[in-house]
């Protein structure tokens, strides 16, 4: 009956609620990214009472709090020195400009316009509607543990020698605390100094977290990411450096020793000028990166000491030895400072605040050139730092990514292959010209429809250019901007009528031997509350003007990059696009000084963005908060209740053997689920790839011979030189691979939703097969047992695991999911790992190795041949064998690894459980009343707990359904 209550209250519940998508989510937080401007501007100073900094500053006495006159203490001299003194720099910072200044850099010398918003905090910001960011839901998910603390009350009582007891208690600990939801990742995109960092620093509330400058160069340059704390952190800040691994450094060290060498020791002649930049700039960083590694060894000394040194070992040992005494000194150096486990390098840094967090991690992630100590940041891996108090990181962790248009070409590389673990893809750049940005529309194009449209544009610095000429453009794009002329007039009158008040005081300071009590009251009122009031007034509709303004272009830059950008993503979804502001966001927090004007906090964008993420996230901690009561606690109390009603115990040892079986179905129904995917594959991919080869071939030459025509020679083997994939500044970059094999990705591509929708289908059934198993296991009793058995209760307890199997299944297909997405992208998008780039390299690499006259027609008929060929070696056939091998891999390592171990652990809890109850009970006859009494109000409790969940997500899914309708 327990059973069938739950599964109703849940079907009725998730009927109700439904699930919103990804892009529900973003245009609902984009939304709340424009703040409506009063228009009640005039009002908005009245009443306003003095800073403190005002009252700190003022010369004498304090005003009587109770009349507002000056006390018996006060010296008219003292209030007449105080604005001559700054009666030049007012006259002058509040003449009316003939032009429409958007930001005056109106300052006020001992003048704080008071902002409210000082000592901000991002825990002021209301969670949004969501059920698991319901403020019962604490409560509930404290009487959630309380059940496994009540059963080891009741064990507590048992025989502490039985290995029931012992087991079960062993279980119960295990339960005493929810299962950490996963969190989500979402990595950080976007050139060097557009304001990663600084995202960061704004969203997390915490200043200097993450390095940011505006020296020009890239701050991040290893992979940063920030989470909420580690378990069992004992400090506020944990850092978790992890080293790359011996093959690894290898591969770098030959990588940077090789772009040396290109350019310092072996320059062809014939490199054109953008050529011959780009090696040298690739030589120069480097040489950077070596001399950082090795200036305290094999590399001492000046930089071109350190050069000559290279040129010298190249020379006698060859690059390979060079490689090798790099390698054994890079293994030194981490010897001697970090841990090492199964390979790997790591340290720990712990500190009590970001300042002495920074202290000890900045010397080993910095790679300034101009530092005197060896710096190892090439050889870091990843840093993972724990934080704990930040809202947002209790939900994802955000990962700040170098540079990927660096100029630092090995930080920027370091970024690519970290893309692939993440759940989610913010793009940074400056808002001005973002709908034209080069790097906005690479990344948007190559990962919009693999990442499923969890792809958002970031665009900072939104204040910047907010002046005459954006007035001008945003009209000529027939942009409304009535709003902001109204607040100019506005201005225009506040600056006039604080000319007027700053006229009137010199009057009165004209007159100073006159000690008429009307002349000290007049004087009083003007230098304490008109002028200062004016001042705030003409600061409060700057800023006004400021936000309609920011506002305007916000709003303009957002349709412009979902018209662009929308065909790179999903059907029916929609870019989600964010404006912000780092630098306003912390000067309205006041940690930042800033001149003039500012925009307020909901104007900055930062608190519509973590809405946007704390909303995405929510989804998934809600699935975590209920697989617990509905699966983990269900199952474990049921199994309690059977162990304790020992009631037909002679007859479970059937059951008990049903329940084994099922260990050796599941094998045969995976070899069948493995087959029929395989099949899948085959029909979907393999097929039309092969029927396609033919073509594939011919337009690879054909590709291949307009590029001779229209190209010029050196630019040809400047691709062959850099593996197909090559660009300047004078020559755009292209991927010759991708153009090569752009038949056989839009058949990929093509194919590829059916694939995802049969390998959806096939994968149910499996659940499906399983089910069924489970479901048989007490109907395949004998029907002369069915009647002294308690069928009822095991069938709930079945069903139960059906409940456990499924949302196995679900949290798995997420995994998955990731997965198929990163071999699409190593299909679609040129990189190492990509299927038919990586065996192009061969034929690259064989054409590099020509020389002298005639050598770049032997290379056009080696690419040429290659393309064209049939059979094994064509690397068209090799780059479905590729796919198909990976597609297979990830399959296998998805279900029969990391979803199999979950099922093959859940079928020996079951035969534990069943062979527990088949065991004689130990307990006597009152303590199985009083255990079986215990264990009833339990069930009663968790029946309540389901309840008052299912009524919080009813509540969230009629408020949802009004919003809509």
Known sequence: MAGTTDSALREESETALGKRSYDQISQDTQSRNLPPIKNTIDNSCKGERLSQEDRSSEVGSIDSPSTGRPTSGMDIDDLEHRHATTSDSLQESLEISSESDIDDDIEYENQDIGDATAGYSERQEPFPAFPVYDTGMAA????????????????????????????QTHRAVR?????????????????????????????TDIDDLARSSSGGSSCTCVP?????????????????????????????????????????????????????????????????????????????????AALQVLRICYTKEGSEKLVDRMLSSSEAMLNKRTFHDGGVHFET?????????????????????????TAIWPLVKQVTIGIRGPRILEQVALIDLPGISDTNQFRAENCHDYIKTCDELWIVASIVRIVDDRTVYQSISRYGKAFKGKVAVIATCIDGGADGKLVAWLEAEAVNLQQYHELTEQLRLKKTALMELKKELKVFNDRRTDKKNDVLERLKDLTFVEIPQAKRGIMHTASNRLEVLVNARNEKVRIGLQEVFDSYLPERMQLAVFCVSNLHYAAAKGRRARKGTKLSIQATGIPALRDHV??????????????????????????????????????????????????????????????????????????????????????????????????????????????????TKACTQES???????????????????????????????????????????????????????????????????????????????????SLRNVLLDVTVDSEQNFFGSNMKKIY????????????????????????????????????????????????????????????????????????????????????????????SIEKERISIVQDLDGIKHKYAVANQEEGA
Request: proline share 3%; glycine share 4%; with cysteine.
């Open 614 to 727: 704390v909303s995405s996230a929510a989804l998934g901690l809600l699935e975590n908060t209920e697989h617990y009561i509905y699966n983990t606690i269900t199952v474990f109390l049921r199994d309690m209740v059977l162990w304790v009603d020992e009631s037909a115990a002679p007859y479970r040892q059937e059951l008990l053997q049903n329940v084994n079986d099922l260990r050796v179905r599941y094998e045969f129904r995976a070899e069948d689920r493995r087959k029929r995917f395989d099949s899948i594959v085959y029909q979907t991919i393999t097929k039309p790839l092969q029927a396609q080869h033919e073509k594939c071939r011919e337009h690879a030459v054909k590709t291949l011979r307009r590029k001779e025509r229209q190209s010029h020679w050196q630019t040809m083997l400047a691709f062959i030189r850099h593996f197909g994939n090559w660009g």
């Open 175 to 203: 339960m005493l605390s929810l299962p950490a939801p996963r969190r989500r990742r979402i990595a950080i995109l976007g050139d060097a100094g557009k304001g990663k960092s600084s995202l960061i620093n704004s969203l």
């Open 224 to 304: 940063m990411e920030y989470q909420g704390p580690f378990q069992a952190q004992s400090e506020p800040f944990e850092a978790q450096i992890i080293y790359h691994s011996k093959a690894q450094i290898r591969e770098m060290l030959e990588k940077l020793v090789s772009d040396c060498i290109a350019f310092h020791f072996k320059a062809d002649s014939d490199w054109d000028a953008s050529e011959r930049e780009l090696y040298q700039r690739r030589a120069h960083n480097a040489c950077d990166i070596l001399f950082s590694l090795f200036r305290n060894g094999i590399l001492a000394g000046t930089r071109d």
């Open 736 to 818: 010759w691979n991708e153009q090569f094999a752009r038949l056989s990705i839009d058949v990929v591509n093509a194919a590829w939703p059916s694939l995802k929708a049969q390998r959806v289908t096939c994968t149910c059934d499996f659940f499906k097969a399983l089910s069924n198993d489970l479901k048989e296991v007490t109907s395949a009793l004998d029907s002369d047992l069915v009647e002294h058995f308690p069928a009822d209760r095991f069938q709930n307890l079945i069903n139960t695991y059906v409940h456990y199997f499924e949302s196995m299944f679900s949290i798995n297909n997420d995994d998955y999911e990731k």
């Open 349 to 373: 840094i712990k500190a009590p605040s970001v300042a002495k967090l920074r202290a000890t991690l900045d010397p080993i992630i910095a790679s300034s050139s101009q530092a005197t100590l």
């Open 140 to 167: 509930l998910k404290d009487r959630m543990v309380q059940i496994p603390v009540q059963i080891l009350r009741l064990l507590g009582r048992l025989n502490p020698s039985s290995e029931v007891v012992q087991s």
């Open 845 to 936: 690499k064989s054409c590099q190795r020509e020389f002298g006259p005639g050598m770049f027609r032997r290379s056009m008929n080696k690419l040429e041949h290659y393309l064209a060929q049939a059979g094994p070696d064509s690397p068209f056939v090799q780059m479905e064998r590729s796919l198909v091998r990976a597609l297979r891999t990830k399959d296998r390592h998805n279900i029969d690894k990391k979803l199999g171990k979950q099922l093959c652990e859940a079928y020996i809890l079951m035969s534990d459980s069943f062979s527990m109850m088949s065991q004689e009970n130990i307990m006597t006859s009152s303590e199985k009343a009083t255990a079986l009494k215990e264990l009833e």
